[in-house]
């Protein structure tokens, strides 16, 4: 369980004016400025948590896109793979794809979690707080081997446009597998931090990415999920 939200202290200094006036250097989007809707990027403010799911399922809309970018990249230096359109293929070497326009279309993208799936979760683990839920905005890369692996995490955690907030290992031998029903991966919960998430109001937002061994993966299967959520309804989670 995560820890409960931080306790609010002093309340902030007034911004002046001048601050607030448009300059080449701050990156916040012209229609925020327009709108007169402003924000100071980078800068976490206890005093305006995300208090509902309509302003989180805002931001991860944007954060998910920004994200698949990130994918891409880090796919293409470590060898990762993607799941495929086309049940033939299964999986995708990025690296193989990423400029054959005709498999390029054929990823098949994680989509942000269901409302139903996230309202469930808030409900039973969440203790009602919307910032605690921290996989609407999500994605992952499978690969066949585990150094591979290691060397996308390496790229991620040298990617100076993301701020990595989280990894669970649950390859460890300390991590108890009967909490994934057996299943392992890495996942690695981070913030996309880049001038483009920053003018667009996203920077905050904390994203998933999970990391997958290949024999693990190709074990997974529409049965097998339907009984990973019996399981997790009869937990409670």
Known sequence: PLPPFPPRGPPPPPV??????????????PLFWDLGLLTIP???DVWSPIASCNQLYCQAAIANLLLIERLKEWANASCGMFKSTDEHLNLVRWKDIAHDVSL???????????????IEKLMRSCNNDPSRLLDIARGGIVFDSFHNLLKCLKKISSDESVVIERVKNRFSPCYDARKSRGYRDVSVNLRIVSQQAQALGAELHIVE???????????????????????????GE
Do not use: I
Request: glycine letters at 2%; hydrophobic letters at 30%; aromatic letters at 8%.
């Open 104 to 118: 390029y279309h054929k990823v098949k993208w994680t989509p942000m979690k269901r409302h139903s799936r996230a």
């Open 209 to 235: 990415v999970q990391l997958h061994c290949d024999a693990f993966f190709r074990l997974k299967s529409t049965e097998g999920h339907l009984r990973y959520v019996r399981s997790r309804n009869v937990r």
């Open 42 to 44: 980078l800068a976490k």
């Open 16 to 29: 002046s004016e001048a601050s607030l006036e448009p300059s080449e250097e701050a990156p916040l989007h």
